[in-house]
């Protein structure tokens, strides 16, 4: 533990083998109170060293946690405590991981990650459209702004949860690449009406078709829309 880092505000420790371990040992170190972003993707991490690491009460100034590429799990998720590690988390990026409709339920419990404002779960198992509504309707999420939910295959049911839910009204950007959504999955998304401050909407490689994109196009709730991405439709 050196003295002379105690002022540190970012660290990217991308790629390089640290495991849980290493985790383990960031999560405990009493010289990064002043850390604000911290990168350990890629770092054949498991749950274990997740939950080290969100329940590190070490880490108090730490608002940009990116642990994508790992080997996270969601069973393991169950062990997050709502106890005062990272009381200032605003970004999670949990892309690329093994994280099932399970552990979205898990996360979601924890009242602690009501600080943050985007959740990136890009890329991992199905999470299937039941953990999407109840993603939608959690209050924890009330303040999110920014959701990636690319390549989950989530369907009509999903959209009209993520359209329609007050809890997600403050989102400004949504990713919903990848999820095989058909013009009846856009239409709902459109009806919905509560993402009323949705400035970024990417629906790439779907297959929402000339009635969703119409549905998307007459909507007055995306009347501050600015950037719609509709690439492989």
């Given at each position: 533990?050196?003295?002379?880092?105690t002022?540190?505000t970012?660290?990217?420790?991308?790629?390089?083998?640290?495991g849980?371990?290493?985790?383990?040992?960031?999560?405990?170190?009493?010289i990064?109170?002043?850390?604000?972003?911290?990168?350990?993707?890629?770092?054949?991490?498991?749950?274990?060293?997740?939950?080290a690491?969100?329940?590190?009460?070490?880490?108090?100034?730490?608002?940009?946690?990116?642990?994508?590429?790992?080997?996270?799990?969601?069973?393991?998720?169950q062990?997050?405590?709502?106890?005062?590690?990272?009381?200032?988390?605003?970004?999670?990026?949990?892309?690329?991981?093994?994280i099932?409709?399970?552990?979205?339920?898990?996360?979601?419990?924890?009242?602690r990650?009501?600080?943050?404002?985007?959740?990136?779960?890009?890329?991992?198992?199905?999470?299937?459209?039941?953990?999407?509504q109840?993603?939608?309707?959690?209050p924890n999420?009330?303040?999110?702004?920014?959701?990636?939910?690319?390549?989950?295959?989530?369907?009509?049911?999903?959209?009209r949860?993520?359209?329609?839910?007050?809890?997600?009204?403050?989102?400004?950007?949504?990713?919903?690449?990848?999820?095989?959504?058909?013009?009846?999955g856009?239409?709902?998304?459109?009806?919905?009406?509560?993402?009323?401050?949705?400035?970024?909407?990417?629906?790439?490689?779907?297959?929402?078709?000339?009635?969703?994109?119409?549905?998307?196009?007459?909507?007055?709730?995306?009347?501050h829309?600015?950037?719609?991405?509709?690439?492989?439709n």
């Amino acid at each position: 533990t050196s003295p002379h880092i105690t002022q540190l505000t970012s660290l990217n420790v991308y790629y390089n083998h640290l495991g849980d371990e290493g985790a383990h040992h960031l999560a405990s170190a009493e010289i990064f109170e002043q850390l604000q972003t911290l990168n350990i993707g890629f770092n054949h991490l498991t749950s274990e060293g997740f939950i080290a690491l969100v329940n590190s009460e070490r880490l108090p100034s730490l608002t940009n946690l990116s642990i994508a590429a790992n080997h996270i799990e969601s069973d393991g998720l169950q062990g997050i405590s709502d106890a005062s590690g990272l009381p200032t988390l605003q970004v999670l990026d949990l892309g690329n991981n093994r994280i099932t409709a399970m552990g979205v339920c898990a996360l979601l419990k924890v009242t602690r990650f009501e600080t943050l404002l985007t959740l990136n779960l890009r890329h991992g198992k199905s999470i299937q459209d039941g953990a999407v509504q109840r993603l939608a309707s959690s209050p924890n999420m009330r303040n999110l702004q920014r959701l990636d939910l690319t390549n989950h295959k989530i369907g009509e049911d999903s959209t009209r949860a993520l359209g329609s839910n007050p809890h997600l009204s403050n989102l400004r950007v949504l990713n919903l690449a990848e999820n095989k959504l058909t013009e009846q999955g856009a239409q709902a998304l459109a009806a919905g009406g509560a993402l009323s401050k949705l400035t970024v909407l990417n629906l790439n490689k779907n297959s929402v078709g000339d009635a969703g994109v119409e549905a998307i196009a007459h909507a007055e709730c995306f009347e501050h829309l600015h950037t719609l991405q509709l690439d492989e439709n």
